[in-house]
Structures are given as structure tokens and as C-alpha cells.
């Protein structure tokens, strides 16, 4: 099942596979649904799986709104209601693992489990290189040419206004930029049971995914080896036991 939810002013393009308790997976920052390959399939063989696209991805349109987690995490919760779902366990990756975090803190209720992977919690916690856009060229840790090739075409290929994609970019980029975080008392509120899952040449620092799990009460640290950030969600073979394990 597809379709289009009306929430906070967005048409927001969700789709539903399989049958169980509901588990919503939260893309990339410039990426779709179709960026979890073959994880989601593999989920859905025992789960409801809810792969949603956030303001401006795929085939959700962007608005005049700014791009903010606080907004993106109301726009999930937001998408639960019209979907008559009151608690889903949540798998986000990178800005999807920031709007689960933020569902987590301002909506306790919301989320069962969350699993978390590649996201920081603070400004600092990324590798210089990704940090500074000087170093971006020369970094092993960034998205290859490929990487951004199969974004843009993507984004032609889904998005209701194709020719968007720079604009777009520049206003996620700047998003990205302006992320405060979290504090870690916020992070130490967190009541559901939450999964971290890292690449070890992931943006974020190793020390800064330690940090975190100190601070989330009960949480579990997964550190994948041989993955840089986008390969986090392409390691299926390592990351989907994972979450199964996780999950149950």
C-alpha cells in the first residue's frame, strides 16, 4: 500500500509492506526510501514496515518551511495519526536517525524501540573532514560522484518538481549546518530502548558514538566494520540481524 498523508501543510509520500507490529524507516538527508535496497523487503517479511519520504525527499514535495528535525519528527508523528497507529518502533539513518531521536525525546509515547544509525547528537561530533566543507574533496568518508549521481537522478525521477534539486540541497546543506543537537539530559530522558549503529569511517566520530551510548540510558552500541556513512545501510548482511535481534 502507497499513498499521500496530509500533514503540517506537506503531502507526505509514505509506503506500508508486510503485516506485524509497525516498524517506520527514516531515510538520509537528499536521499528516498529507495536508499534501504534490500533491508526493508528482509523487515517486512515479519513486520509492518512504514518507509516514509521527509519534506522535500522523493516524492514528498518540499514547502516554505524551514527543514528542521522538530518539524520532520511532528510530520512523522503527524503521519502515525493518519495512520491509526499509536506506538511504532523506529529505524532511522543519518537525518532519518535525528528525527527518530527528536520522536524520542518529544514524543515518548510514539516509539517503542529505536534504532539509530549514523547520527550525532552534537555539532562536534563529526570527523574534521566532514565538518569542514574545504576538506570534503579529498575526504575517503564522503559520498562518492556515484553517490551523488544516483541522488540527483533519483530526485529527477520522483520529486514533483524535478529541476528543485539544487535549491533543495542548498536549503538541506544549511539545515544540516544550523543543527543544534541535543543535550545530554535530553538524551538521558530517553525511555524507550535504543539501538546505535555506526560505520567505523562513518561522519562521526567513534569517541562521539561512545559518548552517546554513555548517555542514553540502556542503549546498545554497534560499530560496523569496513563502512563508511552511506555504507552503513548497504551492509544488509551485518545490519539487518541486527535489527532483528534488536527488535525482538
Same mark, same amino acid.
Given at each position: 500500500?502507497?499513498?499521500? =498523508?496530509?500533514?503540517? +501543510? ?17 531515510? /538520509? ?6 536508499? @534501504?535496497?534490500?533491508?526493508?523487503? %528482509? ?9 516514509? %519520504? ?15 528535525? &522538530? @518539524? ?9 495519526? #493518519?495512520?491509526?497507529? +499509536?506506538?511504532?518502533?523506529? @529505524?532511522? @539513518? ?17 516509539? /517503542? ?8 547528537? !552534537? ?10 566543507? =574545504?576538506?570534503? !574533496? ?5 559520498? $562518492? %560522484?556515484?553517490?551523488?549521481?544516483? *541522488? ?39 525511555? !524507550? &530502548? ?13 569517541? #562521539?558514538?561512545?559518548? *552517546? #551510548?554513555?548517555?542514553?540510558? /540502556?542503549?546498545?552500541? !554497534?560499530?560496523? &566494520?569496513?563502512? $563508511?556513512?552511506? /555504507? ?8 539487518? &540481524? ?7
Amino acid at each position: 500500500m502507497n499513498g499521500y =498523508a496530509p500533514v503540517n +501543510g506537506l503531502r507526505m509520500y509514505y509506503e506500508v509492506h508486510g503485516t506485524g507490529r509497525p516498524l517506520v524507516l527514516l531515510h /538520509g538527508g537528499l536521499l528516498t526510501i529507495e536508499s @534501504f535496497g534490500d533491508i526493508w523487503p %528482509e523487515l517486512a517479511a515479519d513486520r509492518q514496515v512504514i518507509a516514509v %519520504e521527509l519534506q522535500g525527499h522523493g516524492r514528498t514535495a518540499d514547502i516554505d518551511r524551514d527543514l528542521t528535525v &522538530p @518539524f520532520l519528527a511532528s510530520d512523522v508523528a503527524g503521519l502515525l495519526d #493518519h495512520l491509526g497507529i +499509536g506506538q511504532a518502533d523506529v @529505524f532511522g @539513518f543519518s537525518l532519518g536517525g535525528g528525527v527518530a531521536l527528536q520522536l524520542a525525546v518529544d514524543h515518548p509515547d510514539r516509539v /517503542g524501540r529505536v534504532i539509530l544509525a549514523s547520527v550525532s547528537y !552534537a555539532p562536534d561530533g563529526y570527523h574534521d573532514e566532514i565538518s569542514d566543507p =574545504a576538506k570534503h !574533496a579529498t575526504s575517503t568518508r564522503m559520498p $562518492t %560522484e556515484e553517490d551523488f549521481r544516483q *541522488m540527483r537522478e533519483a530526485y529527477a525521477r520522483l520529486a514533483p518538481d524535478p529541476g528543485h534539486f539544487d535549491a533543495f540541497a542548498a536549503k538541506a546543506s544549511q539545515a544540516a549546518g544550523s543543527l543544534k543537537g541535543w543535550s545530554a539530559a535530553e538524551l538521558g530522558r530517553i525511555s !524507550a &530502548p535504543v539501538l546505535l549503529i555506526f560505520g567505523d569511517h562513518d561522519f562521526i566520530r567513534l569517541e #562521539h558514538a561512545v559518548e *552517546m #551510548h554513555g548517555l542514553i540510558p /540502556g542503549a546498545q552500541l !554497534a560499530v560496523l &566494520p569496513g563502512a $563508511t556513512h552511506m /555504507g552503513v545501510v548497504r551492509r544488509t548482511d551485518l545490519i539487518v &540481524p541486527l535489527i532483528r535481534d534488536f527488535l525482538r
